[in-house]
């Protein structure tokens, strides 16, 4: 029990109290980043900055930095009980130094680390924390976010365009690396999405990080926005931009594991501060990572904060919420003896499903509108079930299953597909045990997996036909979609974070041809409701024939709540042509020809077909009506009726 003294001085606000001792041991302290860290105050009539830092198991603690010549005696911190939080105010201390924690260990070893709630870092290779002021960025964006207090993800059209910012674009020929900044990236890829129809931009790793190759999964300042591209102010004017162009913002967050750099978050005090102790629970064999202890209060309060901050403070609309698997199961990576069961004997890790439901009912219930999407590869139940049914309240769950089968069937030969029908249908079975998202992300196009383009089977113009009737299918398909940068022009060569897409591809016909392909079937899916509206509810999609095995053909309607405006959407997964093909159809409405992969823009053929057709009443796919449609091979023709 905390000693109550009768002197004791009123805490000013900026100051580590009582309350906040309290609340961060509790694990609530929603809005910590405001109080720990470096903060400019004034005191006692000087302005200053206001350091505080977790490190319960340190002997001392002394902030250095360029305000005091690094020098380790200058600036001890005062210890605050009972978490162990140090404290100081340092007058010489402005906007713009760079600062470590130097801690005194209980083995007698001397420290250096980064602010865990640094706002701001040293650009890599340096390893220091930058005092900066985030407390008055400049928004005009309340337009976007009053609507999405009313936004319901399950009924928006949701179309994510991925994209790794160090690699979509740079600047040729620079001695630099040739970077975008926020700035630049805010205009450009602004122009480009309002351009091809993406409702959102997924942005990878924008959390300070300190080596590129890791793609920004490997975080060292959770709590800054990566230096590689700018100032927090220059990021708070990209999110800002974006959504005055009426585009969402997600961004890639990583709560399962960080790195062991010695500057980072690895034995904070010199002990296991943010891991769990036993290796075997607190360690990743895979990765080389240490994994967060979610057990204590203080680490998954510094973790929800953190999603607090992105969302509250940046006005980020989403966390994709990468590795989900492996902090749901102990043994995820681990051979036998390399993990410990849970005290029921599970593999379950139980602390990380108790801090996944209190995240996602703080983030989405005090964000309406925000999306808490999971990366999640296995068939845990009830992803995106509400937590008071057991669920873990995400509000969209990536759709691994879909994309492994739809990725391992486009690689077929096309002779061969008759034999892997039910890889194209059996996603059905499951569409709607949870609120989907289906995804081509960057997982698929690296490390030998091939670029989209180049998984598709036969050689040359073959292979652009593939992937246009494989993204046709995607887009009619009931979920919310996802396809990563390059994607959506064939880029060639897999996706490397060493240099910029293959822009010079789109010279090329075949690839000019893709990107039309792609950005039509965007505007398509934003512009009706059929394909967004019913996306978690069986009464929005109907195959008309899911069993037309040896011509590989797959026909479905979508469907809008108002039941007015539907599409039929026909596929042809092989090079074969169908004159005489013929579709079943439920009604005798006429049906209007609104996408046809066949005209030249989209590399067809040109031939002139009719934009209306009126059923007749002949049965076929075991509908009453049906329409005569000459399908080309790898034809695609969606209509409206």
Not at 18 to 29: K, P, R, S, T, V
Not at 275 to 287: A, C, F, N, S
Request: with cysteine; proline share 5%.
């Amino acid at each position: 029990m905390v000693k109550k003294n009768s002197t004791k001085t009123k805490v000013q606000p900026y100051e580590i109290g009582e309350l906040d001792h309290y609340l961060f041991g509790q694990g609530n302290h929603y809005e910590i980043y405001k109080k720990m860290g470096a903060h400019e105050v004034t005191k006692n009539g000087k302005r200053g900055v206001y350091f505080a830092v977790w490190a319960p198991h340190a002997v001392n603690v002394s902030v250095i930095g360029e305000f005091n010549d690094w020098d380790e005696t200058k600036d001890k911190m005062k210890r605050g009980e009972p978490l162990g939080i140090y404290t100081c105010f340092v007058p010489e201390a402005k906007k713009g130094d760079l600062y470590k924690f130097c801690i005194e260990t209980q083995a007698g070893e001397k420290i250096y680390k980064a602010d865990p709630f640094a706002n701001y870092a040293e650009l890599r290779p340096g390893t220091a924390s930058r005092i900066t002021d985030i407390s008055n960025l400049n928004w005009s964006d309340s337009k976007w976010m009053t609507a999405r207090e009313k936004w319901d993800n399950k009924e928006e059209p949701v179309s994510i365009y991925e994209v790794h910012m160090g690699s979509w674009m740079r600047h040729p020929g620079r001695e630099d690396e040739g970077f975008y900044t926020y700035r630049e990236f805010a205009e450009a890829i602004t122009k480009y999405v309002k351009e091809m129809g993406y409702t959102h931009v997924e942005l990878m790793g924008i959390a300070e990080h300190p080596f590129d190759g890791s793609w920004g999964y490997q975080v060292t300042g959770y709590y800054a926005p990566t230096a590689r591209y700018g100032t927090p102010e220059d990021f708070a004017y990209m999110v800002n931009y974006l959504h005055k162009n009426n585009i969402g913002v997600i961004l890639d967050w990583v709560p399962a594991h960080f790195p062991k750099d010695a500057h980072g978050l690895a034995d904070f005090d010199g002990t296991p501060t943010f891991e769990y102790p036993d290796p075997r629970k607190g360690e990743h064999p895979d990765w080389g990572t240490k994994v967060f202890n979610y057990e204590k209060p203080e680490v998954s309060n510094f973790l929800l904060a953190n999603a607090l901050f992105w969302v509250e403070h940046y006005h980020v609309d989403g966390l994709r919420v990468d590795a989900v698997a492996s902090m749901l199961y102990l043994d995820y990576g681990r051979e036998d003896g390399q993990w410990i069961p849970n005290k029921f004997g599970g593999n379950e890790n139980l602390e990380a499903i108790a801090f996944f439901k209190h995240l996602n009912s703080v983030v989405c219930g005090r964000n309406k509108g925000v999306m808490m999407i999971a990366e999640e590869s296995t068939a845990w139940p009830k992803v995106t079930g509400s937590p008071e049914d057991d669920g873990l309240g995400f509000a969209l769950k990536w759709n691994m299953g879909w994309m492994h089968d739809f990725t391992e069937y486009m690689k077929l030969d096309p002779y061969f597909r008759k034999n892997a029908h039910h890889m194209m249908t059996f996603s059905m079975e499951y569409a709607y045990s949870e609120n989907y998202i289906l995804v081509l992300s960057h997982d698929e196009v690296v490390h030998l997996k091939c670029s989209m383009l180049n998984k598709m089977p036969g050689e040359g113009w073959d292979k652009f036909r593939n992937l246009k009737v494989a993204y046709a299918f995607m887009m009619g398909h009931p979920g919310k979609k996802l396809l990563f940068m390059g994607q959506e022009f064939a880029q060639l060569r897999e996706w490397s974070e060493e240099r910029e897409l293959d822009w010079f591809l789109l010279a090329e016909e075949p690839h000019q041809q893709i990107q039309n392909w792609y950005k039509d079937l965007l505007h398509l899916y934003k512009k009706n409701k059929a394909l967004y509206e019913l996306d978690n509810d069986p009464k929005g999609f109907d195959w008309i024939n899911k069993d037309d095995i040896f011509r590989s053909i797959f026909s479905f309607t979508r469907h809008s709540k108002d039941g007015k405006k539907n599409l039929l959407f026909v596929c042809n997964f092989t090079p074969v042509d169908r004159p005489d093909y013929r579709v079943g159809v439920p009604r005798r409405k006429q049906f209007k020809l609104v996408l046809n992969s066949d005209e030249t823009k989209y590399g067809g053929s040109g031939e002139e077909r009719p934009l209306v057709y009126k059923p007749e009443k002949q049965e076929c796919d075991g509908q009453k009506y049906s329409f005569a449609y000459p399908l080309p091979g790898y034809g695609v023709a969606v209509f409206e009726y």
